[in-house]
């Protein structure tokens, strides 16, 4: 079965680095798009952007350019989303998905979430 | 962007109600429109693309329809476990592939 296993939750204090990790299992990872999408506490989703592990090629919304990084590590087919400097607006439930093929363009199978807490 | 507008953000329905909701993109995005369902503390679960194709596994009073700017989800017999939050999202041409508001679908 295609399983995608993120991280567990973390509680950060503003200013520290994060790395958090979605392991993909049960298919071929470097075929399909690998998206992040952010959910705040009681809001809706947000689409954060999606990383290619064939090439790393990387699309990312203009709303997040530049405050996160995408990654992949194809041995361990494992993605990666990275902040150098929390702040407390990313506190957030992150999700990883994977994209699916051809005209079905759409996140197919989702993460469990991982949960990031950022307070002082 | 493409700005993906829902409608209404919730509503209250019943056991075997009819129920749907709308979706609206701020520019002809074809047919490139999913939905997804949310359950509380859950990951979204994925039900159709193209706007009206099944994903497996969704059971069949789930439907789409639409194209261009004007989409609907329609639930024809609302079951207990329908009871959740559904999401569209715009996946024409280049990224950002943007998400609707949600709406919540509660229990009258």
């Known amino acids: 079965d295609v399983e995608l296993v993120q991280s567990g939750a973390e509680v950060k204090k503003p200013g520290e680095s994060l790395k958090i990790s979605c392991k993909c299992s049960g298919y071929k990872f470097t075929s399909n798009w690998i998206g992040w999408v952010r959910q705040k506490p009681g809001k809706g989703l947000e689409w954060m952007g999606i990383i290619y592990p064939g090439d790393s090629d990387t699309r990312y919304s203009p709303s997040f350019q530049g405050q996160v990084s995408m990654s992949v590590d194809r041995s361990i087919s494992t993605a990666y989303l990275q902040w150098s400097s929390l702040t407390t607006s990313d506190t957030a439930t992150y999700f990883c998905?994977?994209?699916?093929?051809?005209?079905?363009?759409?996140?197919?199978?989702w993460g469990q979430g991982t949960l990031i807490i950022v307070s002082s | 962007d493409i700005q993906m507008t829902q409608s209404p953000s919730s509503l209250s329905a019943s056991v075997g109600d009819r129920v749907t909701i709308t979706c609206r993109a701020s520019?002809?995005?074809?047919?490139?429109l999913n939905w997804y369902q949310q359950k509380s503390g859950k990951a979204p679960k994925f039900l159709i693309y193209d706007a009206s194709t099944l994903q497996s596994g969704v059971p069949s009073r789930f439907s789409g329809s639409g194209s261009g700017t004007d989409f609907t989800l329609t639930i024809s017999s609302l079951q207990p476990e329908d009871f959740a939050t559904y999401y569209c999202?715009?996946?024409?041409?280049?990224?950002?592939?943007?998400f609707g508001g949600g709406t919540k679908v509660e229990i009258k």
């Open positions: 520019q002809n995005i074809n047919s490139y």
């Open positions: 998905a994977r994209q699916g093929v051809g005209r079905n363009v759409a996140f197919d199978i």
């Open positions: 999202q715009q996946t024409y041409s280049t990224p950002p592939h943007t």
